[in-house]
């Protein structure tokens, strides 16, 4: 059974930094995409970076491009979120994710993942 536990998040000032981390385990993680989400309570949970099996492609959110850098280490079947310059408006539930193999569905949707971990807040205080 594929199991994805998120860590690493809390509280932070605004400007400051934050490294999320995900633990994987259950599945071929080094053959399989990772993506990073999050979500406010009352929204949609929204697309935040995705990364390919072998690191070498890597996609962002406008709302964090050049922020928040996606990395992994298939060694140690982890991916990781390291966020930058965070603002008020980064204070979210951020999740990561398993991309379905084979999926036709955008890499920024979540329909187009299929495991999910349980979430770690991230506070961003102005």
């Known amino acids: 059974q594929v199991q994805l536990v998120e860590y690493g998040g809390g509280l932070v000032q605004a400007g400051g930094s934050l490294r999320l981390s995900c633990a994987a385990s259950?599945?071929?993680?080094?053959?399989?995409?990772m993506g990073w989400f999050r979500q406010i309570p009352g929204k949609e949970r929204r697309f935040v970076a995705s990364i390919s099996w072998n690191g070498l492609s890597t996609y962002y959110a406008d709302s964090v491009k050049g922020r928040f850098t996606i990395s992994r280490d298939n060694a140690k079947s982890a991916v990781y979120l390291q966020m930058n310059t965070l603002t008020s408006e980064d204070t979210a539930v951020y999740y990561c994710?398993?991309?379905?193999?084979?999926?036709?569905?955008?890499?920024?949707?979540?329909?187009?993942?299929?495991?999910w971990g349980q979430g770690t807040q991230v506070t961003v205080s102005s």
């Open positions: 259950g599945h071929t993680f080094s053959r399989t995409d």
């Open positions: 994710a398993t991309r379905r193999r084979g999926t036709p569905l955008p890499k920024s949707t979540p329909a187009a993942y299929d495991y």
